[in-house]
């Protein structure tokens, strides 16, 4: 059985898709940030980023704990052999990808996000410099869709993790940036065939709050 301490954010919705998508049984405990739960000592145990989700993984003689969600994405795809290869070119494309995902695409989105819609005073420097960013990831994103259809070729972890973030600030963005962005019409199918799988919806509905 597998422990998930998560929150109703794009990062804690990776794991929980994933754990759907896998079909492994796990339970759920949440860790409310806007309480600052996640500096508490037994979850800083865990994940000493003080950042949602980690999982602790019951199987076994040892409980094994990680944190960062690609690091668990990886660690669940390799325990269930699902939706990463095992090897080769495809494999160095899915954590190609899954690394941009990381690396680049959701820290430039949530940056955006708070700038652009929760921030307390408008910062217009801010927002025009993670607009341009954005803009320029999701033509990256538009690009490599529409040459391989998922981001490594066959939907896998790199999807999941790019998927959350997406789906929270696309449309936003799309109303901000106007005629920038351009037609985006791979990324508009990505998101409705995504959307569409049953394990998504259910992992998007995690946690309950």
């Known amino acids: 059985m597998i422990t998930l301490y998560t929150w109703a954010t794009p990062n804690g919705r990776k794991a929980s898709i994933m754990l759907e998508e896998i079909g492994e049984p796990y339970e759920v405990k949440t860790v409310n940030i806007a ?15 003080n950042k949602i989700p980690a999982i602790a993984d019951h199987d076994g003689e040892e409980v094994r704990t990680i944190f960062e969600t690609a690091a668990i994405l990886i660690y669940l795809a390799e325990k269930s ?9 495809a494999r160095d494309s899915a954590l190609e990808w899954l ?8 820290p430039m989105l949530g940056q955006w996000n708070y700038f652009a819609k929760r921030a307390p005073e408008p910062v217009p420097a801010a927002i025009e410099r993670f607009t341009v960013e954005a803009v320029r990831l999701f033509k990256v994103l538009e690009g490599r869709l529409d040459e391989a259809g998922y981001l490594a070729g066959d939907y896998g972890i790199a999807d999941i993790s790019a998927f959350t973030w997406t789906k929270a600030v696309f449309g936003p963005l799309r109303e901000m940036a106007g005629e920038r962005l351009g037609a985006t019409p791979q990324i508009e199918r990505w998101l409705f065939e995504i959307e ?3 394990a998504v919806r259910r992992g998007m509905a995690i946690p309950q709050v």
Do not use: H, I
């Not at 052999?81 to 070119?89: C, N, T």
């Open 81 to 89: 052999g699902q939706l990463l290869p095992a090897s080769g070119v």
């Open 35 to 49: 309480k600052d739960e996640q500096f508490d000592p037994a979850f800083l145990a865990m994940s000493p980023n």
């Open 99 to 106: 690394v941009w995902s990381v690396a680049g695409l959701g």
């Open 196 to 198: 569409s799988r049953p």
